[in-house]
């Protein structure tokens, strides 16, 4: 079974919209430069955006799929082809001479300020 994303690419080729690195010339308006976006979404979802302003609707309607066709079948998932992993995080320890408690309005310059 193809991937949404195979299924919306092989649409975009087979109507000449010349589809490379996530750009396409739109398939729903006369389109000099490469206007349409696309990329694989979480789950396995074709993600498609007119940067023209055509409408998903129109833009599917020119292409002979249906929404349906953006999303994985139900009960199969699948992992974008590119994932980025959440990089390292770095914590700076508390100084040993630190204050135990910290009085926040004083700390953050609010002590004369009125409260409402």
């Known amino acids: 079974m193809r991937r949404p994303i195979e299924v919306l690419v092989a649409a975009l080729e087979s ?3 010349k589809p490379k690195n996530g750009s396409a010339h739109c398939s729903a ?3 000099r430069n490469q206007s349409l976006s696309y990329s694989e979404g979480a789950e396995g979802r074709a993600l498609v955006n007119c940067h023209a302003g055509c409408d ?6 020119a292409l ?9 079948v ?3 998932t699948h992992k974008p082809a590119v994932r980025a992993e959440p990089g390292p995080v770095y914590v700076s ?3 040993a001479d630190a204050p135990r ?3 926040l309005p004083r700390f953050c310059g609010q002590e004369d300020k009125p409260q409402y």
């Open 15 to 17: 109507k000449g919209c």
């Open 29 to 31: 308006h006369k389109d």
């Open 56 to 61: 998903l609707g129109a833009i599917l309607d």
């Open 64 to 72: 002979a799929l249906e929404t349906s066709d953006l999303f994985p």
């Open 74 to 76: 139900s009960g199969t």
């Open 93 to 95: 320890p508390i100084p």
């Open 101 to 103: 408690s910290l009085d």
